[in-house]
């Protein structure tokens, strides 16, 4: 049951690289997220989508861009990285339905930006 | 704007004690609500949700939560403690339409249970 897998799980960038996140869900879910965690702050949303080709803005979307070519696929990529991007990444997805539908996560990704 | 406040960034009992951990919202009408369970390491894992009927509610690994409308809280509970229990447990809620085209998710800020012999 593999459900939300991400990759890659440790990465250490330097200022101004960049780099792609990978999400991939085997459970046909039509929406699929973007979230990050910071000590004290919980998780904020950073972009999401809806379906195949539709992506939106979240919480905290500065400094990062998303794309959703495939139904079972969502990356997140950081053009020009930076030391306040230094948080985890956790991918999720759900059924699109009505509210209240479980959003299942990923494994997360640990990134330093030094 | 809906929000979720989780009273104590950090909880310590003894194993075999009572577990809980206070979730609050503020909301005009109650939302669905959520606890989930990060371990060390890992992703997150739903403990359990409520969205309509029983106001107590069972999830896994023996953990319940009430939801009281009238004190809009969703407090976590397991009545003893075991040391896998050791973990950071969040509350969040998502509003009952869909907002914004999605399931919008909001989180406390996580509440990190120690569990000691």
């Known amino acids: 049951n593999a459900g939300v897998t991400q990759t890659p799980k440790f990465r250490v960038l330097k200022t101004g690289q960049s780099m792609t996140l990978l999400c991939a869900q085997d459970?046909?879910?039509?929406?699929m997220y973007w979230y990050r965690q910071d000590p004290g702050m919980g998780l904020r949303l950073i972009h999401y989508s809806v379906g195949e080709g539709t992506t939106a803005k979240g919480e905290v979307p500065d400094g990062y861009n998303v794309s959703r070519l495939k139904k079972q696929n969502f990356l997140l990529g950081l053009e020009s990285a930076a030391p306040s991007q230094t948080s985890v990444y956790f991918c999720a997805s759900s059924y699109r339905s009505l509210s209240g539908n479980t959003i299942y996560f990923g494994e997360g990704s640990w990134l330093t930006v030094v | 704007a809906q929000s979720v406040t989780q009273l104590g960034s950090h909880v310590s009992v003894s194993e075999g004690a009572l577990v809980l951990l206070r979730c609050n919202y503020s909301s005009s009408v109650p939302p669905y609500l959520f606890w989930y369970v990060q371990y060390p390491n890992q992703g997150l894992q739903l403990l359990l949700k409520?969205?309509?009927?029983?106001?107590l509610v069972k999830g896994i690994n023996g953990f319940e939560a009430e939801f009281k409308k009238s004190e809009t809280s969703f407090h976590l509970t397991k009545p003893s403690a075991h040391m896998s229990d050791a973990a950071e447990y969040f509350c969040a809620v998502s509003p009952l339409e869909l907002t914004g085209g999605y399931n919008k998710l909001i989180f406390g800020a996580g509440t990190r249970l120690a569990v000691h012999p």
């Open positions: 409520y969205t309509t009927g029983a106001t």
């Open positions: 459970m046909n879910h039509e929406y």
